[in-house]
Nanobody, 132 residues
Framework: QVQLMESGGGSVQTGGSLKLSCEASGNVDRRVCMGWFRQSPGKEREWVANIDPSGRTRYSDSLKGRITISQDNDRHILYLEMSDLKPEDGAMYRC??????????????????????????WGQGTQVTVSS
């Protein structure tokens, strides 16, 4: 089992920046793919980015260029840096972990695990609000 806890959310104005954190505990020695998702009321949970144990990253096309996913493997913390935030970026952001350490089964083809069902463990989320 892996437990995840997010922090770093808050309220910012359009154009602002935030850095979200996700601390992992429990069986942190297992190899996992880590991801960020977000969900707004009435909308589907949307994949944002993922990173594998080797540090290879993948980003949602809608957010690419404005976000950076990273991890501190020694401290077992996942990060999501977001910049140039827009009101439509406001959502509950949740980190997730997928067992096995593989984020993409064909990285060259862009075939990656981006569905919520692909991930086994979830944090409770941290709220991001962007005001215009």
């Amino acid at each position: 089992q892996v437990q995840l806890m997010e922090s770093g959310g808050g309220s910012v104005q359009t154009g602002g920046s935030l850095k979200l954190s996700c601390e992992a505990s429990g069986n942190v020695d297992r190899r996992v793919c880590m991801g960020w998702f977000r969900q707004s009321p009435g909308k589907e949970r949307e994949w944002v980015a993922n990173i594998d144990p080797s540090g290879r990253t993948r980003y949602s096309d809608s957010l690419k260029g404005r976000i950076t996913i990273s991890q501190d493997n020694d401290r077992h913390i996942l990060y999501l840096e977001m910049s140039d935030l827009k009101p439509e970026d406001g959502a509950m952001y949740r980190c997730a972990a997928r067992d096995g350490g593989v984020c993409c089964w064909d990285r060259a083809a862009g075939a990656c695990y981006v569905l919520p069902i692909d991930y086994s463990w979830w944090g409770q989320g941290t709220q991001v609000t962007v005001s215009s």
